[in-house]
């Protein structure tokens, strides 16, 4: 089931929306404000986004901004649904990141045909994530070490992942904390390294001595790249 993630201020048309694209099989997550979108996308990891321009508290552009500049949300499509119909509007939605520019008022039909092609035209993705012994299934959301299950929680799991996904690339504590718990956040560097450990206390045979995650004295933390095996890919569709 494919999760779609909805922003609007509307409450009639946020319920409208809600009501048809459930009826039509898509699982619906959203918020009728802009405060704290992308900490909603990155807990929810929705396939596409729907995206109101004039918010009450925020601009839709701003939002679409930060999609595109973020790691794991840059890839999401993104469909505008704004009253905004000028051809400048028009291009300036676009050139920001968004894959489609929906004018109000707008059939409720041509919205559902628009989102299923964008799903049709998805590739690939990338399932699962491969290391040593240690594999980490986006999909489900469990990892397993030597095909033993490990018991994650979900900040742990979103550190893992990033990291995995990365092997040999250096991250500062401070890029950790915006990637992985967001730029809304009331946590301190030293939340990473309490983190790392308990990962490290869960994956790595000798805490002393990781194998995995590998600590760059005076700047951050690594994911071993030695390690990392041909990824399992899945289709999506």
């Known amino acids: 089931m494919k999760k779609i993630a909805l922003i609007e201020d509307d409450g ?3 319920a409208l929306l809600k009501y048809n694209l459930e009826k039509e099989g898509f699982q619906m997550v959203g918020s009728q404000t802009g405060k704290g979108a992308l900490e909603l996308f990155r807990k929810e990891r929705p396939d596409l986004i729907l995206l109101d321009i004039m918010l009450p508290d925020s601009d839709g552009l701003d939002i679409c901004k930060g999609i ?3 790691s794991e949300l840059a890839h999401i499509p ?3 649904l704004t009253a905004r119909a000028s051809e400048t509007d028009r291009i300036v939605g676009l050139e920001l990141g968004a894959n489609d520019y929906i004018v109000k008022p707008f059939f ?9 092609i964008h799903f049709r035209g998805q590739q690939s993705a990338v399932r699962a994530l491969k290391a040593g012994g240690l594999e ?6 469990r990892v397993k070490l030597h095909n033993e299950a490990v018991s994650l929680t979900a900040t742990e799991f979103r550190l893992l992942e990033y990291l995995m996904a990365r092997p040999g690339v250096v991250f500062s504590r401070e890029q950790l904390l915006d990637s992985v718990w967001g730029h809304d956040r009331a946590v301190t560097d030293r939340t990473v390294d309490v983190y790392i450990l308990r990962l490290r206390q869960k994956i790595e045979p000798d805490t002393t001595n990781p194998t995995f995650i590998r600590s760059v004295r005076g700047f951050g933390y690594s994911f071993n790249e030695n390690l990392t095996e041909a990824e399992v890919v899945g289709a999506a569709g």
């Open 68 to 70: 595109r500049a973020h």
């Open 12 to 14: 009639d048309l946020f």
């Open 136 to 141: 980490l299934d986006r999909s489900s959301c």
């Open 108 to 116: 409720i039909r041509e919205l559902i045909a628009r989102i299923k």
């Open 78 to 80: 993104v469909i505008f």
